[in-house]
């Protein structure tokens, strides 16, 4: 299950706001969200995180988590109940409404001496990194979803038995006096009383057996009959578009609208975005270079706007606010699209761009979007750079050019070993993709054309012997680092004017016939198993391998397929799941950071290569979800940098498994650096 984020002007309309993709910590599920806006500007949702799949497994945690737009969601350090002596579940945890500056939530947990009953935990730090608890709220045993709130002095518990049921008091510890039960409450669960803007409220609730209903009361004792929510009303059962969900008044609601798309045609920019209940309007905003200043182009009622004033071949940025009320919301993120003749949204290639064999050029129309070339690792003024300090004797450039000639896959008469299916070896195709990758940087550094035509070589070999989709063992899987590799070599050996066009294009199909396949088969269902059963370098060498293959093809679906995936994929490869605990000093634990740094690290590169090729593209990736990846990278130096370990955070996690990840950061050793330094 994953957070969706709904938002309504009037409480019973609702539109769907966010479809936030967030499941909560790595191998996890996300049940029972209980969401509140805290006085420092970000919304918390706390929530039942159990084992992937296995939604009734032992819970001795629940999750919790951050958001600044709703949209974006950053894990936090789960916190544990197992200060509760023996205890089994964790369930349905709820924000406490009304109660003290800091914030609190009950949890509802069963132990070997009492089966499930509502807990309380008090954060007593405002990062909310630290709670105090558990403390019994005295209503007993066999409660489940408990929301408890204080209006008054009087707090109100409202909690499920075998049905929905209603008890005041004049603490939080009770003593407790329950009211009379109601016949039509009985199988009720999930309860969520808000108060609106009237004074009155509506409390919103998810029938076992039914849709989501609510009901209204002017005082919280009478309430109205149960009535369902205008969007569930025509659904038929079993179907429900939600579950256990909480409602907050945010009556500082000011964030931007989202699903904001852009896609070029020929002279028009066709834009979409998400409707947002309760906008009157939509400001569609443009500029010509990245980051604005934007100009308002057209105020629009509904979700779309054709740009008809673009010309082709020039690049457009827009953002879009909404109007609602007086107000003018917040821009959106930017999107981008450059019109081109012969150009619409149904014309996007599968398959790599061919070159004109007269020409050595790439066909006209190929691509969706303009790509830089070359555009792998680095760009002309990179290369240009290189060659000119090498000229020159400067270090450090000397130094590794020094390094470089030493190398023996960089020797010109290195042989490689290509197979018809990659996947008999993937190390020996990466030492060969390597090989090719190293010679025709020294080539271009050096002018030996000896060196370029042995990358040829090896690029050649491998095109003209592979003929299936690789398979093996690890595959598909880690057959994603040599595919990635062997793109971002051909992608720089491109430039090379004797490189015969048609040998280029062989090279390509065997990009989009064989490897594509591989790579979006594996990130797209993972072999069959739970997401989060492989490391995060799996993922991040297949993502990897799209990104680069979409420049060297010119495929803006690969290329973006990739990009995406950093962004919002389901594996560990994803950046929210490589880097899925946050800590204070810009620190990220990294997903494999219990596992060894050997891999930590090889997930930090691959991962930086990924966003090194987007930022050639023009792309900063690097910066995306506030520089988690720098959060990541500093935390595995911090492990590589002899600190003790009693200086470096980490939060255990299981996986779908059941793998636990529950040894400390491996650190490197003091011999380890006195032999060959830090």
Known sequence: MTLRIYTSADGTNFTLYADTGYSGPPGCSLRDPSIMKYSDGRYYVVFTAPPYNKPYANQKFVGLAWSTNLQTWNTMPPIYTTNIPGVKLSWAPEWVAGSSDLPEFTVNCSSASSDLRPYLYTATSSDLTSWSGPVDIGIGSMYLDTQVLKVGDTWHCFTKSNLLQHATAPSITGPWTWLPNRADWVGLEGPCAVQLTNGSWMMCVDPMHDKFQYMTSADLTNWSALVYLPEQENIALPEKTYKHGTVIRDGAFNLPPTGLTATPGNSTVNLKWNSFNGAASYNVKRSLANGGPYALTANVAGTSFTDSNVTNNGTYHYVLSMIYGDSESPDSAAVTATPKVGYSAANE??????????????????????????????????????????????????DDWNRLLADRQAQSNYVPAPRA?????????????????????????????????????????????????????????????????????????????????????????????????????????????????????????????????????DNSKYYREGIEYYKHGAGMGAISNAVPYLYAGNLGQWQESGRDQEHAQLGVGLLGSACQVAWNQGEDLFGYADNRLLAGAEYVAMCNLSYPISAIPYTFYDNCSDARNATYPSMVSDDWIARFGS
């Open 421 to 553: 299916n990659m996947g008999v070896s993937r190390q020996r195709a990466d030492a060969d993709a390597h090989a090719a990758y190293l010679n025709a940087l020294r080539w271009y550094i050096s002018g030996d054309t000896n060196c370029a035509e042995c990358a040829v070589r090896i690029c050649n070999a491998w095109s003209a012997s592979v003929n299936q989709v690789p398979t093996g063992q690890d595959m598909p899987g880690l057959i994603g680092i040599p595919i990635f590799d062997f793109a971002l070599a051909g992608e720089l050996l491109r430039i090379y004017p004797d490189w015969k066009p048609t040998e280029f294009n062989r090279f390509t199909h065997m990009m989009v016939q064989y490897f594509y396949p591989v790579c979006h088969g594996f990130l797209e269902n993972h072999n069959g198993r739970c997401n989060s059963v492989y490391w995060a370098n799996w993922d991040a060498c297949n993502l990897g391998a799209l990104i680069a293959m979409g420049v060297l093809c």
């Open 349 to 398: 290639l599968v398959a790599c761009s061919p070159i004109n064999a007269s020409t050595g050029t790439l066909a006209a129309s190929a691509s969706a979007e303009p790509f830089v070339h070359p555009g792998g690792l680095h760009t002309q003024a990179d290369l240009d750079r290189m060659k000119a300090k090498v000229a020159a004797g400067e270090s450090p450039w000397i």
